[in-house]
Nanobody
């Protein structure tokens, strides 16, 4: 099994920034795409951003495009989500996920990913 552990969440004022990290360990794969999703209370889990194993291809939800940046350090088995210009509507539990079936692309859907972290809370106050 692959384990994913998120960190970096917290409370921030609107307009502020946070950097989330997700470290992978356990079972290793030759390659895997990584994604970030979030879930607010009473809402379904939604796609935020994703990155291919090579790091060359990145994907963003329209709601975060231009504000969030996803990156990967394969040597550290860690993916990051830099979140700038945060808004109260960004408040949610953020989850990272891994898809060991893709090397050059990444998926947009929960069902695309096999492994999930436990989540980290991000709260943006107005």
């Amino acid at each position: 099994q692959m384990q994913l552990v998120e960190s970096g969440g917290g409370l921030v004022q609107a307009g502020g920034s946070l950097r989330l990290s997700c470290a992978a360990s356990g079972r290793t794969f030759s390659y895997y795409a990584m994604g970030w999703f979030r879930q607010a209370p009473g809402k379904e889990r939604e796609f935020v951003a994703a990155i291919s194993w090579t790091g060359n291809n990145t994907y963003y939800a329209d709601s975060v495009k231009g504000r969030f940046t996803i990156s990967v350090d394969n040597a550290k088995n860690t993916v990051y989500l830099q979140m700038n210009s945060l808004k109260p509507e960004d408040t949610a539990v953020y989850y990272c996920a891994a898809d060991p079936r893709r090397e050059f692309s990444a998926g947009y859907y929960v069902a695309d990913y096999d492994y999930w972290g436990q989540g980290t809370q991000v709260t943006v106050s107005s």
